[in-house]
């Protein structure tokens, strides 16, 4: 319910408001958790309006309620402008306060009122740091967890492997599929290893964790989750840590030897355990040391290429762990063999031809839909064109991340598709790949993991390839253009269309600042037609004979056979 309508608080007033994630936790009425602030600030008088610290799990509408109190204490008056940090928030200020100018941008006045509370309130918040926490764990959990702990540091996967080589866990009891597990204690400072939900996210916290904040008033967004399993002295756990080990006689390998489970947040703050975070260590720990146990010998000679190990533990709820090196989505580390020359490459886009041509009249397509047929046509062609172009001029020896970077990264920047064709396309790379095996392209445990990453990939794939939030400027436009029916091969049309989407994206700043949204644009529109168009190539039906070479192509090209669909 809006409130009524008051004088507003001044004519340049300001509200800032938002939620932002607290270091302070708790471990009632629920299970532990990181409690999240909701305030509301006066940045003209520099006074705050209303607060509230709430669990994770409170809708995004808090925000809102608090605004309403915040009004409410003000006797009704209501602010000129607000800003607030993201656009979901700023729908929910315009419900309540729509006459006020509504502005998304950076909030640091609520990141400084939010980190003083942690740092005041501490453990006001009645959590107890103990390794159980304040009973929310059971003792039997974190018994098994010490086990396969003290386990690890026998095992020492350290002296086998650096930083930069990580390996795949999957655990399909707890539904992980494609974890990348980072071997910590290389540089012999800190030991363990390092659990990432994806090599993904791995890849991002690599290239933010050597650029730490360069003051507490500035924030640090890993963009990722993490679970570190690490050890620290006995000498420096806490009292109710030390107390938890020896009450409860659980294992330890020495005194440098205390197990810690560390799963962190975002913010790289550490949440609270829980109990699939224990079991998710145990399952890491486990893997890693049968992998250890059984190909050593191949890992201290430096002989190990690709390397796997399936394990089970005796916890009933994880019968089954399997580890892998390396990742599959990571690139070799092999050094890269000198690049073909044009001519091997050209010599490359012919052979890709071939295949492609091979496959389309292989059993695997036979009896597809044309759109299916399209797409294939279409997208593999892409593929081939990209993994020439971009890495290393090969078709051959082709490796799980270069797939699942073309299918993550470059269809949703670069190619324009529109949402059948992205449907179909986990399918159709399905199908390819299986038949690359089947002929003896491909050595078939390359298959195999390239199509699990593709399954275990396809519904983050397909949301990201429709997300206009990842297409570059061309792509954005080409899309619109496809949406809106516009005949590319009008130039008026073209010119029409570009005119009135550089009116819709042309965003004025706020206060003399560019706000930060879709660019216009200039485009070419012959580029557009071809990005737009699929090719529709030719390929003759069973005993159907072939034209001339230089009579017209059967594809409607209006080129030569010879110099367009002729097989080569």
């Known amino acids: 319910m809006t409130p009524a309508r008051k004088p507003t608080s001044g004519p340049g007033s300001l509200w800032i408001g938002g939620r932002v994630l607290t270091t302070l936790t708790f471990s009632k009425p629920e299970p532990p958790f990181r409690g999240a602030a909701i305030l509301w600030l006066d940045a003209t008088n520099d006074k705050i309006l209303a607060g509230d610290i709430v669990s994770p799990a409170e809708p995004a509408s808090a925000i809102a309620a608090l605004l309403r109190k915040a009004v409410l204490n003000r006797n009704g008056a209501t602010p000129r402008r607000v800003r607030v940090a993201s656009e979901p928030e700023a729908a929910l200020v315009r419900e309540v306060l729509p006459d006020a100018e509504v502005e998304v941008g950076p909030t640091p006045e609520i990141d400084r009122i939010a980190r003083m509370m942690s740092e005041d309130v501490g453990a006001r918040g009645g959590f107890t740091p103990g390794y159980l926490q304040d009973g929310a764990l059971a003792a039997a959990d974190m018994a098994a967890y010490f086990e396969h702990m003290a386990a690890l540091w026998k095992a020492a996967p350290w002296r086998y492997f650096d930083d930069t080589q990580v390996l795949e866990l999957d655990v399909p009891s707890l539904d992980v599929f494609g974890a990348c597990v980072s071997v910590l204690g290389a540089s012999r400072h800190s030991f363990g290893a390092a659990v990432f939900e994806s090599f993904e996210d791995f890849d991002q916290f690599s290239s933010v964790a050597g650029d730490p904040p360069r003051s507490k008033d500035e924030s640090w967004d890993m963009g990722v989750s993490s679970l570190g399993l690490t050890f620290t002295r006995g000498a420096e756990l806490p009292d109710a840590m030390r107390r938890d080990v020896v009450v409860n006689g659980w294992t330890v390998a020495g005194a440098d030897a205390y197990p810690l489970i560390m799963p962190a947040d975002p913010d790289a703050h550490l949440r609270p355990t829980t109990q699939r975070d224990l079991q998710l260590g145990c399952a890491a720990a486990a893997a890693l040391v049968a992998l250890v146990r059984e190909h050593g010998r191949s890992l201290r000679s430096g002989s190990a290429d690709r390397l796997s190990t399936t394990t089970g533990l005796q916890d009933p709820d994880l019968p089954t762990v399997k580890i892998y090196f390396p990742h ?4 070799d580390d092999a050094p890269e063999e000198s690049r073909p020359t044009e001519a091997q490459v050209e010599q490359a886009r012919a052979q890709g ?13 036979r009896g597809q839909t044309p759109a299916w047929l399209d797409t294939a046509a279409f997208m593999l062609g892409v593929f081939h064109d990209f993994k020439l172009d971009h890495l290393g001029g090969r078709l051959e020896g082709l490796r799980a991340w270069q797939v699942s970077m073309f299918m993550s990264e470059q269809v949703p920047r670069s190619v324009v598709a529109d949402a059948e064709t992205v449907h179909q396309l986990a399918d159709v790379f399905d199908a390819y790949i299986a038949w690359l095996g089947a002929t003896g392209h491909e050595p078939a445990a390359a298959i195999a993991r390239i199509r699990a990453r593709i399954q275990r990939n396809r519904a983050g794939f397909e ?16 899309m619109s253009a496809l949406a809106a029916g516009v005949d590319m091969s009008d130039r008026a049309a073209v010119a029409a269309h570009q005119e009135r989407y550089n009116r819709e994206h042309a965003r004025p700043g706020v206060a003399g600042r560019q706000r930060s949204g879709p660019r216009s644009i200039r485009v070419d529109p012959v580029a557009i037609k071809k990005k737009l168009e699929k090719p529709r190539r030719w390929f003759p039906l069973e005993g159907e004979a072939l034209p001339e070479p230089t009579a017209p192509c059967p594809c409607g090209s209006g080129r030569a056979f010879r110099r367009c669909c002729m097989p080569r």
């Open 328 to 331: 599959s989505s990571a690139p």
């Open 463 to 478: 949301k990201k390839a429709l997300d206009p939030a990842f297409f570059s400027p061309g792509k954005a436009f080409a």
């Open 353 to 365: 031809v071939r295949r492609l041509e091979a496959f389309l009249a292989s059993d695997l397509a």
